[in-house]
Every structure is written in C-alpha cells, then in structure tokens.
C-alpha cells in the first residue's frame, strides 16, 4: 500500500470518529409521492463474498446521512453524494459513505443521499419526478441548515456515480431558485447546485440540456467504461459550447464501480481519482490553496 493510500484511510478512520453520521428525513411527515409506501422497511445488505459492498433498497423515506468535517477543518464547501446501482438499488459505501469520510478529511461536508429507485421489481418511482424531487430537497435541506452544519450555502455541490451520476447531472440541469413565500422554508431555498461531479454517470446523463445557468463540472472515469466513456465524451462539448467551466478526465483503465475502497486496487484510477477532484475543487475555490 501507498505511503498516500495509507494516509488517506487514516484520516478516513479518525474523521468517522470525529463525526458520527446522523440520517435525516428529507421530508419529517413523509415524501410526497410515498404516501402509504412508508411502513415498508427498508432493506440493507451487509458486505458478502459475492457481493463485495453495501447494498441499500426498497427505499420510501428518502434520507440523506451527514458526515461533518472537524469544526477547526471545515472549508465551508459541502457535497450531497448520490451513489449509483442502476436504479435498482443504492451502492451504499464505495459509492456513498466512504466518499464523504473521504470528503471530511479535506474539510468538505458530506451528506448520503437515499433516494427512490425507479427500477426496482414493482416500484411506484421515476428517476425524473421521485428521485430527482430528492436530490432537489437534499441540496435545499442543507442549505437550509447550513449555519448549523459550518456550510457556505454558496458552495452547496453534488457528486453522483453511475446512475447517481445521471441524477447528479439531472439535479444540476433542472433546477429552480426555491419558493419564496412556501410555509417550509426548505422549499423556499434554491435547488441548483453550485458545482458538480459526475463519475461514471449513466447513460441518460448524455441527455441532459447544458446551458450558461449550468453549474461549473468535474466529470470522470475509464476508457474501458464504454457508456459513461461515451456519455461525458458528449457531455464535455456541450460545457464547452455553453460556456460553463469543464474538468474532464478519462483513465486508460479502470472499468466501472470503482468508488473510494480502502486498500490498493489494480487500477491508478481507484487510487487517485479523488486526488484530482480535490485538485479540481481548490483550483475553483471551493477549498483552500
């Protein structure tokens, strides 16, 4: 294991200890568009031999869980992380939890977006009207709380892989500026993102409308990735033509699903793609030089 690997998990352990995760509502009285699907209990599996990661689903409370830097390193930037699973079910760890330990030992808040699947057998969901309506509440939600949770509410992202990525892409492509006069005051703050991270998104990511209003990106995966090598291939373009500020990188190798794992993995790209999201978010400002 890298000397840098090794520090990283280090830190990753002491920030848990730091900041032991909470797990909020997003909406206290139930989502709209789950009512009567509430009492159903939401199923975690834990790690196996086949199935090397968490595995979240059948999920009708949507939720985000908040993972807070030390006070004395908070850099007042935050990210709602939407992990992936192909609308199926939520890759809970490697794609959830793990990235926002990883985001506390640079001072960034991370918060775990549970959202609703639209793929699972029988759902009632649809990734444009259910789980976009999360991702749109969670980055309200921390707003809303950001005096309390040490966060700049000017400096509010989202992070999605693989089919979050998609979500990601979509909550930063349809957005609204919040309702002023709503008795919530949740829903009276914007919903736009002020910066976004797509790793390995989904396909229907390349179907997204880019324009000026569209947050600053990061984009990112393998070349062995075929769909999402395609998708943010396309993507970038579009940022261009726009001109909205774009930071792309394809790795030669690397396939899909990588996320943050602890330990050295085979590929550079699992060992180093969060290096150069940090490098992308000091090179904007949103963390210090």
């Known amino acids: 294991m890298t000397t840098r690997i090794l520090s990283t998990y280090v830190l990753l352990a002491s920030a848990a200890v730091a900041a032991g995760p909470v797990e909020i509502p997003l909406w206290p009285n139930g989502a709209p568009g789950s009512e009567g699907m509430t009492g159903r209990k939401e199923v975690v599996e834990q790690p196996t031999p086949e199935q090397n990661f968490i595995k979240v689903s059948n999920i009708h409370n949507p939720s985000i869980t908040v993972f807070l830097p030390p006070a004395?390193?908070?850099?007042?930037?935050?990210?709602?992380?939407?992990?992936?699973g192909a609308h199926r079910f939520l890759a809970f760890d490697h794609e959830g939890t793990n990235v926002a330990r990883w985001l506390n030992t640079i001072g960034v808040a991370g918060f775990v977006l549970k959202y609703r699947l639209q793929r699972e057998p029988e759902s009632p969901y649809k990734v444009e009207v259910h789980a976009l309506a999360d991702a749109q509440r969670a980055i309200r939600l921390v707003r809303s709380r950001a005096a309390e949770w040490h966060?700049?509410?000017?400096?509010?992202?989202?992070?999605?892989?693989?089919?979050?990525?998609?979500?990601?892409?979509?909550?930063?492509?349809r957005f609204d500026a919040g309702k002023p006069s709503a008795a919530d005051p949740v829903e009276r703050m914007s919903?736009?993102?002020?910066?976004?991270?797509?790793?390995?998104?989904?396909?229907?990511?390349?179907?997204?409308?880019?324009?000026?209003?569209?947050?600053?990106?990061?984009?990112?995966?393998?070349?062995?990735?075929?769909?999402?090598?395609?998708?943010?291939?396309?993507?970038?373009?579009?940022?261009?033509?726009?001109?909205?500020?774009?930071?792309?990188?394809?790795?030669?190798?690397?396939?899909?699903?990588?996320?943050?794992?602890?330990?050295?993995?085979?590929?550079?790209?699992?060992?180093?793609?969060?290096?150069?999201?940090?490098?992308?978010?000091?090179?904007?400002?949103?963390?210090?030089?």
């Open 72 to 84: 004395e390193k908070a850099t007042g930037a935050a990210l709602v992380i939407a992990p992936g």
């Open 151 to 173: 966060v700049n509410p000017t400096k509010v992202g989202i992070i999605g892989f693989s089919a979050g990525g998609e979500l990601a892409a979509m909550a930063a492509t």
């Open 191 to 289: 919903s736009r993102p002020d910066f976004q991270a797509l790793i390995y998104p989904g396909k229907g990511a390349e179907g997204m409308t880019i324009t000026k209003e569209t947050p600053p990106a990061f984009m990112l995966c393998a070349d062995n990735d075929r769909n999402p090598a395609t998708a943010i291939a396309a993507l970038y373009g579009e940022f261009k033509q726009a001109g909205v500020p774009v930071e792309l990188h394809i790795y030669n190798s690397g396939g899909h699903g990588f996320g943050i794992r602890p330990g050295d993995r085979p590929s550079p790209v699992m060992n180093t793609w969060y290096l150069r999201l940090a490098d992308w978010m000091t090179d904007r400002g949103l963390l210090p030089k």
